[in-house]
């Protein structure tokens, strides 16, 4: 059974930082990418960054870039969000997820339905 528990969001202030967390289990992780995703009441959910398997190609949305990082550890079946410079803009729920296609030439997925699997999201609040 493949399971992506999120977490590490918490009510903050803008301008701070936060770390997300993603652990994955069930699944071969060194070969899915992985990506995260966040939504707000009444808005479809929207895409925030990507991984590919090996951490070697990343892509972010341009609302995001400069100030969100993802990484991940392979040996530790984890994806990481690094947010820094938080602003009330980001507050919303963010979803860690995995998809196992395969694209080529290699490309990063930016739409929910290339994904497989969800985590069960992560709140986060910014305050202003």
């Known amino acids: 059974q493949v399971r992506l528990v999120d977490s590490g969001g918490g009510l903050v202030q803008a301008g701070d930082s936060l770390r997300l967390s993603c652990a994955a289990s069930?699944?071969?992780?060194?070969?899915?990418?992985m990506g995260w995703f966040r939504q707000t009441p009444g808005k479809e959910r929207e895409f925030v960054a990507a991984?590919?398997?090996?951490?070697?190609?990343?892509l972010y949305a341009d609302t995001v870039k400069g100030r969100f990082t993802i990484s991940r550890d392979n040996p530790k079946n984890t994806v990481y969000l690094q947010i820094n410079s938080l602003k009330p803009e980001d507050t919303a729920l963010y979803y860690c997820?995995?998809?196992?296609?395969?694209?080529?030439?290699?490309?990063?997925?930016?739409?929910?339905?290339?994904?497989?699997?969800w985590g069960q999201g992560t709140q986060v609040t910014v305050s202003s």
């Open positions: 069930g699944l071969r992780f060194e070969t899915h990418t």
């Open positions: 997820a995995a998809s196992s296609r395969v694209y080529i030439p290699e490309r990063l997925p930016e739409q929910s339905g290339d994904y497989n699997y």
């Open positions: 991984i590919n398997y090996s951490g070697q190609m990343t």
